[in-house]
């Protein structure tokens, strides 16, 4: 009979140079060294402000990449596949949103010498927020498709929900996903008017009343507005 050796699980397996599988599969060698380190730092809390930044981003990076995949899935009629993806794409938004309170644990007054550093550094340039700006209206257009296959309006949607259960499911989806984009807009000028005042001119010379604005944008204003259609349609009948 064989005798096998047994498994040395002290010692990692995978390709690499760290020390364990751990570090190695996760790279975090690469990840942690993308922080500014203590020589570098104008101030300490530029590790509070580019944790938040960083992982902001990728949490981004999931979420729009799993939009992206739900809208491959509603372009083949998968809408329980695209639901799911939807929903962690949704709590991707939670997330980044919930993680925006760290940012007011900085002084304001500390947070000016912070600035000095960040060059003409602007959260328009953010690749996560871009790519969820572009990946937004397509998933809009592949649940329309959906909808006019079926001859069905927004308001018959939501009027007959209960017989086209899945794109009840999907409209109520969008909204959520445009509805979690706004709460993160909402709470990103007020942190911006807590640190740096809402009367100001940011690091790429927008004026923070334009993010005040931005908050009334929505990416599906159909959805929004079929609200105020059933209100209207309840009364005629
Ligand atoms: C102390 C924290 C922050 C401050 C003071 C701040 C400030 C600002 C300002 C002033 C603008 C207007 C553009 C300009 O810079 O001229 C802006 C835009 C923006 N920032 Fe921030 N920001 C902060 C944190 C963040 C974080 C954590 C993110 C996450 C990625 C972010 C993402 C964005 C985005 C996407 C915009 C474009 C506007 C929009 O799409 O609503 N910001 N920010």
Known sequence: ???????????????????????????TLGLLALQKGPD???????????VVHQSSELWL?????DVEEAVAHLGRDEGEAALRLLRRAALC??????????????????????????????????PGWREIRRVTPALGQAFH??????GLS?????VRGREHELLYQLAEALLEWDERISMWRVRHYKVVARVIGDSVVGTQGTPVEVLGRLIHHTFFPE???????????SKET
Do not use: C
């Open 154 to 158: 927004v308001v018959d949607v939501y």
């Open 93 to 126: 938004l939670v997330y980044v949103t919930t993680q925006l309170d760290m940012l007011e644990q900085m002084s304001p007054w500390e947070y000016q010498e912070i600035r000095k550093v960040l060059g003409h550094g602007s959260g328009f340039d953010s």
């Open 40 to 50: 570098e730092w104008v101030h300490r809390d530029e590790l509070l402000f580019q």
């Open 223 to 233: 959805l929004w507005r079929a609200r105020n259609d059933l209100t209207a349609l």
């Open 1 to 27: 009979m064989a005798t096998h050796e047994a498994e040395d699980f002290s010692q990692p397996v995978l390709p690499g140079d760290a020390g364990s599988d751990y570090e190695r599969y996760l790279n």
């Open 61 to 65: 990076k999931l979420a729009w990449n």
């Open 145 to 150: 498709a959906l909808r006019e296959q079926e």
